[in-house]
Structures are given as structure tokens and as C-alpha cells.
């Protein structure tokens, strides 16, 4: 869907400020997937999702989209407009509208539907994030921040993108508001998007939630595939700065005192599962 080809990009590009945010980097997206990019702070991330979305555009390099090069086009932002959609940190930041309705329909409306098919699309979007009916009406400014996170990442979902980026979407919530906003994001994937990207600092989030993991290091990839076969270059995470899931953490100092696992354990459920196998056996 969505394919990166040798993209370098910096800011400031020219001028004595110039810093340089992105090395050549080969990255592709395809339909079904949910990719988790990890890397310490610097380290290229965010400019990685701004240039998938559009926002950005490469100082050299191509973007694909379904084999067409967006990197030709004057408005890159236009062309994937509906197509791959943004949720920066904070979303809940940018809510403006008077009612939540009225938000969500923001971007449908921008994109030329008529307004019943605006209010159509916000309602699904309402119930795939968990909204029901009866915050249509409320101010976005008198509810909740987990529940103005919804709204924010509904109006993402109204406009129907084939690909969904989000920027550390779990920032600022507690253990219970991550895991009913990862509970979400499977339900939108599951009935509306085809692929997801999500930038994340907590390697236990992306154990839980991605089938692949992007790492980058430097505004470069360091390394990237499976959560397992990320996840086993241990070694190769802790020199950039990172680290493993807490969980394989544990696995890891009981293999060292000579206790044997078949393979990379990433959550707590498969951690005890094998401890408990392992007892019993």
C-alpha cells in the first residue's frame, strides 16, 4: 500500500540550521499490517509518519501509494487525502467545533460529501471508537480526555483511510485507557482500515498490539521485521538506546540461570503460561 524508496529528508534543508531527520530509508506498508515504530527521541519518527501522510515531502526518495508515486504530484497532502490518515500526539489538542458531531464531520465535509452522508460516516466512526449517540451534541470541551481522544481519532476515522497513522497514541493514559484504546484500534482495523502505523516509546505496547516492528536509530532503520525477530536482537536494541518488553526482560535473566524456552516470549499471558509449563514439567 503505502511503500518508502531510499527517502531522505531535512529540516531547515540548505541553510546553515539544516538538520538532517531522515537516511535514505526503505520502508513498506502493506495490506493487513499493523507496524509499530519504536526509537528514542530524535531519532526520525514523527517526520517518518508526517512524509506517509503527506504532510511532509521528501527532500529526495519516492513515496508509493498502491504503485503510484505521490512524490510527482504538487499536493502530496490532496492525493492521500481519505486514503491515509493522521493522528498526532495529543490529538484531543486540536478538537475546535462547538459539538462532538460537528467535529467528527470536520474532515468528511472537506473531503465534498453532502451532510447526510457526513453525519453517516461520523456516527460509524462514533460507534467504532465506542461513542454512542448521546455525546453527539456535547461540547468536545466538557468531556473527558480519554473520551475527547475518541472524538479526535473518530474524526481521522470519518474520512475512511485505507491506512491509519497515529503518533504515540497512548501518551498521557494510564494502563486501563491504553488498553481499551488498543481494544479500539483492533475494532477499527478490523471493520474500517486496512493497515495500521503507530509510533510508540513502550515496547510492551507494540509486543501487545504490532505484527512488525520498525526501529529507527539516527533517522535511519536499524532494524525491522517480525515482533519476534525484533524483539530477539536484543543486544542490537539496548546499543541505540532502547530496550525489550519488560516480559522478555524476565525470560531473558531466567535463560542466563539455565532455564530453556522454545522461543521469544513478549506478554505477560505467554510468560506465564511457559513459566508454568516449565514448573510443571
Not at 118 to 143: H, T, W
Request: proline share 3%; net charge negative; aromatic share 6%.
Amino acid at each position: 500500500m503505502i511503500e518508502l524508496i531510499d527517502v531522505n529528508y531535512t529540516y531547515e534543508d540548505k541553510t546553515p540550521d539544516a538538520a538532517v531527520a531522515l537516511k535514505n530509508v526503505c520502508f513498506s506498508v502493506k495490506e493487513g499490517e499493523t507496524w509499530g515504530v519504536i526509537g528514542h527521541t530524535g531519532s526520525g519518527k514523527s517526520t517518518l509518519t508526517e512524509i506517509m501522510s503527506g504532510l511532509l515531502k521528501p527532500c529526495s526518495g519516492k513515496v508509493l501509494f498502491n504503485g503510484v508515486d505521490v512524490t510527482k504530484e504538487k499536493n502530496a497532502t490532496a492525493v492521500l487525502k481519505g486514503k491515509v490518515g493522521l493522528v498526532f500526539q495529543y490529538p484531543e489538542h486540536q478538537l475546535f467545533e462547538e459539538s462532538v458531531i460537528k467535529d467528527i464531520c470536520f474532515g468528511p465535509k472537506n473531503m465534498g460529501f453532502s451532510s447526510e452522508e457526513c453525519l453517516e460516516k461520523a456516527r460509524q466512526a462514533m460507534r467504532l471508537v465506542g461513542l454512542d449517540e448521546s455525546y453527539e451534541n456535547l461540547s468536545p470541551f466538557e468531556i473527558s480526555g480519554g473520551e475527547k481522544r475518541r472524538v479526535a481519532i473518530a474524526g481521522v476515522v470519518a474520512m475512511n483511510p485505507d491506512v491509519l497513522i497515529l503518533d504515540e497514541p497512548t501518551a498521557g493514559l494510564d494502563p486501563v485507557g491504553r488498553d481499551m484504546l488498543f481494544e479500539m484500534l483492533g475494532n477499527i482495523k478490523g471493520k474500517l482500515c486496512k493497515s495500521i502505523v503507530f509510533v510508540s516509546h513502550s515496547m510492551d505496547d507494540v509486543a501487545l498490539f504490532a505484527d512488525k516492528v520498525l526501529v529507527m536509530n539516527d533517522g535511519k532503520v536499524l532494524t525491522m521485521g517480525t515482533v519476534n525477530e525484533v524483539f530477539e536482537k536484543s543486544a542490537l536494541l539496548e546499543a541505540a538506546g532502547l530496550d525489550v518488553p519488560q516480559v522478555t526482560r524476565l525470560i531473558a535473566r531466567l535463560k542466563e540461570k539455565g532455564h530453556e524456552f522454545d522461543s521469544v516470549i513478549l506478554t505477560a499471558e505467554d510468560a506465564a503460561e511457559a513459566i508454568y509449563n516449565k514448573l510443571k514439567g
